[in-house]
């Protein structure tokens, strides 16, 4: 879970994407993985972390303590630089694979403004995310959508 946060956060600063506005999407499927898209060419590629440093990053120091529940702002110093090091010093094609660059056709997401009353909750729900069961429409948590 922290890993994958990394990996946004450190993308998202970098690209200027975020959530909020948009042109970032989760998928859910729980890899280390990026597709980025390039809007203005309608062109796509996928960036993968490679799980080649992986036993070494299980086994630092950090990781140790991170797995033992040290929040990682309490993890000394030395033990984080170790852990950046380790991955900064890499080659890269031990850190990440680059798929090709393939087209990909852009349709601007909608910007939504509408919501509806859940039937289970009563709650406002964006449009999109409302599901139809049984005929009633509700959010992903009262239709039964999230586990
Ligand atoms: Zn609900």
């Known amino acids: 879970m922290e890993d994958r946060k990394l990996l946004v956060d450190t993308f998202a600063f970098h690209g200027g994407c975020t959530f909020g506005k948009g042109n970032i999407e989760k998928t859910g499927e729980g890899r280390l993985a990026l597709t980025l898209v390039d809007k203005a060419a309608n062109r796509k590629v996928r960036v993968a ?8 990053i299980k086994a630092s120091t950090f990781m140790r303590q991170r797995t033992a529940g040290v929040p990682a702002d309490q993890i000394p110093d030395a033990d984080q630089r170790e852990l950046v090091d380790l991955l900064w010093e890499a080659p890269e094609g031990d850190v990440l694979t680059v798929g090709d660059v393939v087209p990909a056709a852009w349709l601007e997401p909608e910007e939504v403004a509408r919501f509806a009353v859940g039937l289970g909750c009563g709650e406002l729900v964006a449009e999109p995310y409302l599901r139809v069961v049984a005929g009633e429409q509700g959010c992903l948590a009262c239709s039964g959508y999230l586990h």
Do not use: F, G, I
């Open 49 to 56: 972390y490679r799980p080649t440093l992986q036993p070494r």
